[in-house]
């Protein structure tokens, strides 16, 4: 994984892989037939890592914002990592080429790890807008609305710009929480709290 972040999917062959764990080609090709079936193994352990702390800080103590700002940072953070590790493919960025090309059996297990994770901000919306701590019109559309905040950011991200990895990401989470905030910031029209 270390050499992928590095130099993303496109810079990474399978022999340099295999050199980079002190290993030949051919034992890294007993284990995965090509580059992307790796790539998908490392993405699904990532997304295991990232189902869990989705589920961690949808659980914990605290108000329903503070818990919905926690996994919107988590989401942005590994959307953004795992898009500049996934690179372009047939001149798209980040996760969804990569995603296409992999046999159904494995899209159906990284599409359950999607759905905790969907379903986990949806109780989290579910119970501030119920609390009156959120604004949110309907949790599932707007659970995947949220989600959705990383998903193209890759290619707005300048690492050594203004808008590095934390600043993007400080800026999404702080969109997306204005999103469902019960009330607008000052001098804003604001709608009424929905449930």
């Known amino acids: 994984e270390v050499a992928l972040r590095r130099q993303g999917a496109e810079g990474t062959t399978m022999r340099a892989l295999a050199a980079h764990l002190g290993i030949g080609a051919a034992s890294l090709y007993y284990h995965f037939p090509d580059r992307d079936a790796l790539l998908a193994e490392c993405l699904e352990r990532e997304l295991d890592g990232l189902v869990a702390a989705v589920e961690a800080a949808a659980t914990a103590a605290g108000q329903a914002p503070a818990r919905v700002e926690a996994i919107l940072a988590a989401h942005v953070a590994f959307q953004l990592r795992w898009a500049g590790m996934a690179g372009r493919r047939h001149g798209r960025a980040g996760l969804a080429p990569l995603l296409e090309s992999l046999p159904a059996a494995r899209r159906r297990r990284l599409d359950q790890r999607q759905r905790a994770i969907v379903q ?39 690492p050594k710009g203004r808008l590095g990895l934390e600043a993007l990401t400080a800026l999404l989470v702080a969109l997306g929480l204005r999103m469902i905030s019960p009330s607008p910031p000052a001098g804003e029209g604001g709608g009424a709290a929905a449930g």
């Open 120 to 158: 986990a901000l949806r109780g989290v919306l579910v119970a501030g807008a119920a609390d009156g701590s959120l604004r949110v019109p309907d949790p599932t559309p707007t659970a995947f609305a949220l989600l959705s905040l990383g998903e193209h950011a890759i290619a707005w991200v300048r």
